[in-house]
């Protein structure tokens, strides 16, 4: 019924009554504080001023609106696969991407820690679709910096014995305990900290 009334609604092309980037930036702040399942429908449009019907209209639904609010996320300011290639180097690519995330888990301004790591833990079996969505996302940030350490040790650049899968694992595995810390109330010197521990992996 919902998607019915959400295609009769673009079909006839009414304009938004709303900021969509507006409302996409609370929900996305929302979904970061408390989780994807935690965050319900009616906490969202009280939050962003809309009605039900008009969430429909601009995202289809509660899970349309949760993976924009997640492309968002990774977009701000700069996608990680971005900051990857930036890179001069391998290793500058897990130092910027571990020293960024210190640094948006610690923002005064948003919720702490790491909304793809908040919105995985409380994700159900019940919305096994979202929770694979995710597991998708991470998986290919992790798989683009696997790549850039494999160019490097072809490169000369790290030995040629380099385990690239694991050391990509590695940052990643810093990056969501580093989230786990940021929510526990840790200091973004404390985070600072465990990435100039990770970072002699890198040698």
């Known amino acids: 019924m919902k998607t019915s009334q959400s295609s009769s609604i673009r079909k006839a092309g009414r304009p938004l ?3 969509r980037e507006a409302a996409l930036e609370t929900a996305m702040l929302l979904f970061w504080r408390h989780g994807y399942e935690s965050t319900s429908l009616g906490d969202l449009t009280a939050a962003m001023g809309v009605s039900p019907p ?3 209209a601009a995202f289809g639904n509660k899970k349309g609106l949760f993976l924009e609010s997640v492309r ?3 977009s701000h300011p700069t996608s990680p696969q971005e900051i990857i290639d930036a890179a001069g180097s391998a290793r500058d690519a897990a130092l910027a991407l571990m020293s960024g995330a210190a640094q948006t888990f610690t923002d005064p301004t948003t919720p702490p820690g790491c ?3 908040t919105s995985a833990i409380s994700v ?3 919305a096994a679709d979202v929770q694979a969505e995710l597991a998708a ?3 290919a940030v992790e798989a683009h910096l696997r ?3 494999e160019h490097a040790v072809v490169d000369g650049e790290l030995p040629e014995d380099t385990d690239a899968g694991a050391l990509a694992g590695h940052t990643t595995a ?3 305990g580093m989230s786990t810390l940021a929510r526990d109330g840790a200091s973004r010197d404390k985070l600072l900290g465990v990435v100039r521990i990770a970072m002699r992996a890198w040698g």
């Open 147 to 149: 790549r850039r350490i």
């Open 115 to 117: 909304m793809l790591a």
């Open 124 to 126: 159900s079996a019940s």
């Open 174 to 176: 810093v990056i969501q």
């Open 54 to 56: 008009s969430v429909y």
């Open 137 to 139: 996302l991470r998986n």
């Open 72 to 74: 968002r996320y990774l």
């Open 17 to 19: 009554s709303f900021d």
